[in-house]
């Protein structure tokens, strides 16, 4: 039997809406200090997420480094002078938020259950302090046999040696393992380069073009694999 391994953000935890929604709670503590609607900010909060994310300087910045000058910048108008201190402070703020909305979507307990005899993985970028609280919190973590995240191999998904590191962990060939993921490029292409079954949930409807086993709901990997099971058979 084929060993399924699944990304994370956007595929077992409903990330956007916890990032929205924390978003939007941060926004109501500052909102005077704010030049921005209760509307806008999630936008302009993604956006500053992106920007330093994907910080294209001289040197990577550390994830404290990123969220300082994420609030520096959002605070920069009203109040420019904040301490790296005060930084850290309003950033917790929102960190909390986001904890506190982590929720699975509705589809991943049914699909887990229903898979329950397969050897099931993670493979996630992320740091895994962060990543494993995910998983503790919404009762996943004995579900999966092996879970790898960025941080332990030093490369993040699209690269290979993030899916290599999970067969390793599993003692198993990348051509066995399905690989389920919520992003074109960086989950179902990037699994396809190693030789795994690429799964693409498409959970927005996006009609792109490609080659790959493409599902809606994670309710739909069951039926998907009992059909290649009996196809071989």
């Known amino acids: 039997m084929p060993v399924i391994l699944f990304d994370l953000d956007g595929t077992l935890l409903d990330h956007d809406m916890a990032s929205r929604q924390a978003a939007v709670d941060f926004f109501r503590q500052f909102s005077t200090e704010l030049p921005y609607t209760e509307h806008e900010f999630p936008t302009i909060w993604r956006s500053l997420a992106a920007k330093y994310n994907n910080f294209t300087g001289t040197a990577a910045l550390s994830d404290t480094e990123q969220r300082r000058r994420r609030i520096d910048e959002l605070f920069a108008q009203n109040t420019p002078a904040l301490t790296p201190q005060e930084a850290d402070a309003r950033f917790q703020i929102y960190l909390q938020a986001y904890v506190d909305n982590w929720r699975v979507y509705d589809d991943v307990l049914p699909c887990l259950d229903a898979l329950a005899s397969y050897r099931l993985g993670i493979v996630s970028n992320g740091t895994r302090r962060i990543q494993s609280q995910k998983l503790a919190n919404m009762a996943l973590t004995d579900r999966f046999s092996a879970i790898v995240f960025s941080e332990d191999t030093g490369q993040t998904k699209p690269h290979p040696d993030i899916f290599l590191a999970a067969c390793r962990t599993l003692q198993v060939e990348p051509q066995?393992?399905?690989?389920?993921?919520?992003?074109?490029?960086?989950?179902?292409?990037?699994?396809?380069?190693?030789?795994?079954?690429?799964?693409?949930?498409?959970?927005?409807?996006?009609?792109v073009s490609h080659n790959m086993i493409e599902i809606h709901a994670l309710t739909e990997v069951l039926p998907y694999l009992e059909h290649m099971l009996e196809e071989r058979t």
Do not use: F, K, P
């Not at 380069?193 to 799964?199: E, L, P, S, Y």
């Open 176 to 207: 066995t393992c399905w690989y389920i993921g919520d992003r074109l490029q960086t989950d179902a292409e990037a699994s396809q380069t190693v030789g795994m079954t690429r799964v693409w949930l498409n959970r927005n409807g996006e009609r």
